[in-house]
């Protein structure tokens, strides 16, 4: 595993808990970064002079507490990784508003407050990463093939997780643009299925759809936050970058 240089670098990881946001942490951690966890409930910190805090990342006085708590430990934050989520199963017509709700609230809700929160901050320091976590299924209109095995959707990620995840790529987008002269970098990593406790239930015959022929490991996405976070990356931003082992080519 190569090594991504971020020594000295203060990272803010939504989703520390997770699969995804916990092989950041730690590659992040790796590099030399300094880490702050925060999650619905305080990760374990295994990370020396790292910090964990509890956090409602849907709630937007606790989220700007968040970002305040952080800078009084830390001074400043150089990068922010979006990578808190929840998944959704079943067909279009199961979906009920309180579903749509839960899961755009977690994965849409908290990436736009997050981001709103550190701007300012960034700005100040202009210099800034923000990597949004989004999926392929924000682009590809799901893995399931209906017509083929309509129980496949029984098991993958629907229409509400995927419109999530599409706001989620149009939210970086935007920030982009806005930040570039700010010195600050907007990107997200749209990752493909992986092995995790959120695609245990993932069909087999889905997975050999994957060119790759297997699911993607956390680190794989991890590595390319780190990169995306790195300050050799001062030129690369808007981006929506696939780690999807060939399931989405675009």
């Known amino acids: 595993m190569t090594r ?11 989703g520390a808990g997770g699969m995804i946001g916990s092989a950041v942490a730690r590659r992040m951690a790796e590099g030399g970064a300094l880490v702050a966890l925060a999650d619905q409930e305080a ?9 964990s805090y509890a956090t409602d990342l849907a709630d937007p006085v606790q989220v700007r507490a968040l970002v305040d708590m952080v800078m009084t430990d830390f001074g400043r934050i150089d990068c922010l990784v979006n990578a808190a989520g929840v998944t959704s199963l079943g067909a279009f017509e ?3 508003p309180d579903e749509w709700d839960r899961v755009h609230t977690i994965n849409l809700r908290g990436v736009f407050l997050a981001c709103q929160a550190v701007i300012a901050p960034m700005k100040a320091n202009k210099f800034g990463r923000i990597i949004n ?8 209109g799901g893995n399931p093939r209906p017509w083929i095995d309509a129980s496949e959707q029984d098991h ?15 939210l970086t987008l935007y920030l982009a ?22 695609t245990t239930s993932f069909p087999e015959a889905l997975v050999r759809q994957i060119p790759a022929g297997r699911l993607g490991e956390p680190d794989e996405v991890a590595g390319m936050v780190a990169w995306l976070c790195s300050r050799e990356n001062a030129f690369v931003t808007g981006e929506i970058i696939d780690v999807n082992g060939g399931l989405w080519l675009d």
């Not at 976590?133 to 590809?140: C, M, Q, R, Y």
């Not at 993958?156 to 149009?170: L, Q, R, S, W």
């Open 4 to 14: 991504i240089a971020l020594d000295g670098m203060v990272a803010l990881i939504n």
């Open 133 to 140: 976590i989004g999926s392929v299924l924000g682009k590809n």
């Open 177 to 198: 643009k806005e930040l570039a002269v700010y010195g600050i970098t907007v990107n997200a990593v749209a990752p493909g299925p992986i092995a995790s406790p959120m």
């Open 43 to 51: 990760p374990t910190n295994m990370f020396g002079e790292s910090r």
């Open 94 to 96: 199961t979906i009920g």
């Open 156 to 170: 993958a990620g629907n229409a509400a997780y995927g419109a999530a995840k599409a706001g989620v790529h149009a």
